[in-house]
């Protein structure tokens, strides 16, 4: 942190007064109060409604993706998501790693991603919010929620979105969703929901695969480089139901059933190939013929809870499950010729030739046993077992490949309380993966994959100072490294190890200053024979060694209403090919924000506005071993959110 952002932080914290406490997160009918500083509990991870602070996302934790992990929780229920809620039914997102995944009676490695749904309440309650930026877009929301019978709410949204990129891309969705909170008693109570997305237009800008071991030269922005059909549409669906029954005094079941598909009638993956540079490259399309993806999931659990004075004991027994199946493949390909970087494409669209498409079945089913114990100023003690079974059937009709896994999974938390203030924490848990299959750069493309076993250990001390929550600790994941070999295929290329060290400082400084703040330095290594025979570098592609992020919200005491909010992304270099010969240059992007709360017509609005990317820094994202997509430029935000 450098001298000038210090005595900022020493002024601001000057200005304001005592520290309160904020309000959870907002329920259907309610978005003006939406501010994910002032609710987030630590750094690694917050979603509360637009709002998204934090170390990590719902796709890298920790240097590896919780959602390809088979990681997503829906209220603490386990949830395979082929594409996530709308911001319709889920209100917020946490990603739970450290102290913050104890609690969990079957944690997992690589963090857990828990969405928590927008349930309506017992008031009726509408909200309305229109955004627009700086590239074109368009956006308008709309939620309500209606308390119909005494104990029976239903919650309705729609979403209309016009999106426009810095590649020129257009991105047209419409969205409409409906949840209900059943209260049957006092005892029981169940949460339907349903969500339903079309895109009838999804323009697809090209990727950029760039002549030997180099970063290609930036195209330029604003410009779409075609061609223009390609251009995909889909349909996406959540739909689900989640109960709580208190059946008998100590005796609890949670349960939750839920279906994710999307369907594709047209999709295309774009490639600007051999980038040269000087510019030049050569531009090759790929459509794919209807496309299909949907899995039914779920949990249920039994806990029986026992107090005995200062102690209270739980028990839980559960069965989780998914069902899931995907047609893809048949891709023709539509060679389109010497081009370069600056030159859009104006080829027609060929006659299609598909081959034929491939199916992916997959079924899973965990049986666990768990224990969390908890002693009232002592500390606290979580055991777990699991066994799965998993059988995963991948190819074309008549020529199937197979995929079989039945491991048992363990975990162990623990943590011990040093007084009111200061926790100390550890754990060690076992998982399974699911691989996939290669992808389509690769020489075996849509070959099966076999699932893995993955290890976490991590481990480190949770301090209290005032109102602030500070979190430093250390871990490592361990699991098999998939990769492209010098041969183009796609498979195991060893083992990676990534160690780590993280912290987080998150809470009110001030009742007008908020604060929430981290970073990770990680350790990655990869080791195994590729490595020994070079094939492959000592770090694994996409690792990025050092992170750092800031967010502050400050609310000055001398205007009502009126915050303004600061974030700071800082990454190192990241990793972007096999050898380890190419990286991405370390990136370090600044958000500035503003948020006018006020009341219009006795109901609480907010007028907010937002500049991403303060620096304009464009440059690369890694989209897979050396194959990079265009950064976003500065882009600013309105938008404007009335609770009637």
Not at 18 to 44: I, K, L, M, Q, Y
Not at 56 to 75: E, K, L, M, Q, T
Not at 347 to 361: K, V, W, Y
Request: overall charge neutral; aromatic content about 8%; glycine content about 12%.
């Amino acid at each position: 942190m450098t001298l000038a952002l210090r005595s900022v932080l020493c002024v601001l914290a000057l200005v304001g007064g005592a520290a309160r406490a904020e309000t959870a997160p907002p329920a259907a009918g309610s978005r003006a109060g939406e501010n994910a500083v002032r609710n987030a509990s630590d750094a690694f991870g917050t979603v509360i409604g637009r709002e998204e602070i934090g170390l990590y996302g719902a796709d890298d934790v920790r240097g590896f993706s919780p959602v390809a992990a088979g990681n997503v929780r829906i209220d603490g229920l386990y949830f395979d998501p082929v594409i996530f809620p709308s911001d319709r039914i889920s209100g917020a997102t946490t990603i739970r790693v450290g102290p913050s995944a104890l609690g969990s009676p079957f944690p997992a490695p690589t963090g857990i991603v828990d969405l928590s749904l927008r349930v309506p309440g017992d008031d009726r309650a509408w909200s309305a919010l229109a955004s627009v930026d700086s590239f074109g877009s368009h956006v308008a929301e709309v939620d309500i929620a209606l308390p119909l019978t005494d104990g029976f709410s239903l919650g309705l949204g729609g979403m209309v979105r016009r999106e426009r990129f810095i590649t020129a891309a257009h991105d047209n969705k419409y969205e409409a969703a409906a949840i209900a909170r059943w209260q049957a008693s006092d005892s029981l109570r169940v949460v339907p929901f349903l969500s339903f997305t079309v895109t009838p237009r999804d323009d697809v800008p090209p990727l950029f695969v760039p002549a030997g071991e180099v970063l290609p030269p930036e195209p330029p922005r604003r410009l779409f480089l075609g061609p223009r059909w390609a251009r995909q549409r889909d349909s996406e669906l959540n739909a689900g139901v989640v109960a709580d029954w208190a059946m008998a005094t100590g005796w609890t079941v949670k349960a939750g059933l839920f279906r994710s598909s999307v369907v594709l009638p047209t999709a295309f993956s774009n490639l600007m190939e051999d980038v040269r540079p000087d510019g030049s490259a050569r531009q090759r399309v790929l459509p794919d013929p209807r496309l299909f993806f949907a899995s039914t999931s779920g949990e249920a659990r039994l806990t029986r809870s026992i107090a005995d004075g200062p102690r209270e004991h739980r028990l839980h027994i559960a069965v989780r499950g998914r069902q899931a199946f995907r047609r893809f493949g048949g891709s023709d390909t539509i060679d389109l010729g010497p081009t370069t970087i600056s030159r859009p494409a104006s080829a027609p669209l060929p006659p299609l030739r598909f081959s034929e498409q491939e199916q992916d079945r997959v079924r899973q089913m965990t049986g666990a046993i768990g224990y969390e114990g908890e002693w009232r100023g002592v500390g606290s003690l979580a055991l777990g077992l699991q066994k799965s079974d998993y059988a995963k059937r991948i190819g074309v009709p008549g020529s199937k490949q197979a995929v079989d896994a039945t491991p048992w999974l363990g975990s162990i938390n623990a943590a011990i309380r040093l007084g009111s203030r200061t926790e100390i924490y550890g754990g060690w848990v076992t998982g399974l993966e699911e691989s996939g299959i290669a992808p389509d750069i690769a020489a075996n493309r849509n070959e099966a994959l076999p699932a893995i076993i993955t290890r976490q250990v991590d481990a480190g001390l949770r301090q209290q100072l005032g109102d602030l929550t500070l979190v430093v600790g250390g871990f490592q994941v361990s699991k098999p490294y998939f990769n492209l070999d010098a041969a183009g295929r796609f498979g195991p290329l060893g083992s990676v190890a990534s160690r780590g060290l993280e912290f987080s400082l998150a809470g009110p400084i001030t009742s007008a200053l908020a604060l929430v703040g981290g970073g990770v330095m990680s350790w990655p290594r990869v080791s195994g024979e590729a490595v020994a025979l070079g094939v492959a570098g000592p770090l694994p592609v996409g690792a990025i060694r050092r992170r750092l992020n800031l967010s502050l919200d400050w609310r000055p005491p001398f205007a009502p209403g009126l915050s303004f909010d600061l974030g700071v992304i800082a990454n190192s270099s990241t990793v972007a090919t096999v050898s380890n010969a190419v990286h991405i240059p370390p990136q370090t992007f600044i958000d500035l924000g503003a948020r006018y709360a006020f009341r219009w017509g006795g109901r609480n609005a907010v007028l907010r506005a937002q500049l991403f990317n303060l620096g304009g820094v464009n440059g690369w994202y890694l989209e897979g071993a050396g194959v990079y997509g265009m950064n976003d430029g500065r882009v600013g935000q309105l938008y404007l959110a009335i609770d009637f």
